[in-house]
C-alpha cells in the first residue's frame, strides 16, 4: 500500500521567512496530494492541494509543488506569520476525494 | 458551513470497558472516516464508510468495530478498551467526487 514520509518532523522560522516541508510517496497510481494545517485544539483543514496532470499550484502565500517523476511534493509558505504556526500534514491519495495517506506531520513554529 | 461534531473532547475509560465515540455531519456527505492521531505517526484511517450500514476497514481496524445506521452518523465502538487505544480519535466526512475531508475537532481518549 501507499507508504507517505514528511520532513522533517519540527521546523522553527523567524518571521518573515520562507518554510518548506517536504513529502515524499511510493505508490506511482497516487494521483492526488492534498495538504492539511492543524491548529491546537482543532481538526486538520485543507489548505491547498494539487493533481498529478499539474506541476505547481499556488494560493497566495502558499504554493504547492509536485514531481511525479521523483514521487515528491513539497509545501511552500513564504512571509510566514505566527499564525502559520501549526502541524502540517501533507496526504496521497490515488483517487480524488477518496481514503486519505498521511504522513506524520511537520509542527512549524513562526517565531516573532 | 460544514459541521462534524464529536461527542466528546475529551474521555477516560477504563481497560476493557466497551467505549462508543459518535461523530455527526451536518452536510448530508456520503463518506465518512475515523482515523487516529498519534505523534510522530500522524493520522491512520481505522475505518470508513461510503453509504448508510457500508463499512470498509482502513490500515489500521483491529480492536475497532463501526456503525453507521444513519447517513449523517458514524460511531466507532472499541469493544474492550486498552491502553494503547489511548489516542486522539477524528473523524471526517467528504461528499462524493469532492475533494475536502471535514475533520471534527477530535476526542482525546484515555484508557486506564
Known amino acids: 500500500g501507499e507508504n507517505v514520509e514528511q520532513h522533517p518532523s519540527t521546523l522553527s522560522v523567524q518571521e518573515g521567512d520562507s518554510a518548506v516541508i517536504k513529502c515524499t510517496y511510493s505508490?506511482?497510481?497516487?494521483?492526488?496530494f492534498p495538504w492539511y494545517k492543524q491548529e491546537l485544539g482543532k481538526g486538520p483543514q485543507l489548505i491547498i492541494d494539487?493533481?498529478?496532470?499539474?506541476g505547481e499550484k499556488k494560493d497566495q502565500r502558499i504554493a504547492v509543488t509536485l514531481n511525479k517523476t521523483a514521487k515528491h511534493f513539497s509545501l511552500h509558505i513564504t512571509e510566514t506569520q505566527p499564525e502559520d504556526s501549526a502541524v502540517y500534514f501533507c496526504?496521497?491519495?490515488?483517487?480524488?476525494?477518496?481514503?486519505?495517506?498521511f504522513g506524520a506531520g511537520t509542527i512549524l513554529r513562526v517565531k516573532s | 458551513d460544514v459541521k462534524v461534531t464529536q461527542s466528546s473532547r475529551y474521555l477516560v475509560k477504563r481497560t476493557g470497558e466497551k467505549v462508543f465515540l459518535e461523530c455527526v455531519q451536518d452536510m448530508d456527505h456520503e463518506n465518512m472516516f475515523w482515523y487516529r492521531q498519534d505523534p510522530g505517526l500522524g493520522l491512520r484511517l481505522i475505518y470508513f464508510?461510503?453509504?448508510?450500514?457500508?463499512?470498509e476497514k482502513g490500515d489500521i481496524p483491529e480492536g475497532y468495530s463501526v456503525s453507521r445506521e444513519k447517513k449523517e452518523r458514524f460511531s466507532l465502538i472499541l469493544e474492550s478498551a486498552s491502553t494503547n487505544q489511548t489516542s486522539m480519535y477524528l473523524c471526517a466526512s467528504i461528499t462524493g467526487g469532492s475533494a475536502e475531508q471535514y475533520f471534527g475537532p477530535g476526542t482525546r481518549l484515555t484508557v486506564t
Open positions: 494539487i493533481r498529478s496532470n499539474v
Open positions: 464508510s461510503y453509504d448508510v450500514k457500508m463499512k
Open positions: 505508490d506511482s497510481a497516487s494521483n492526488y
Open positions: 496526504a496521497a491519495s490515488r483517487e480524488y476525494g477518496n481514503k486519505l495517506v
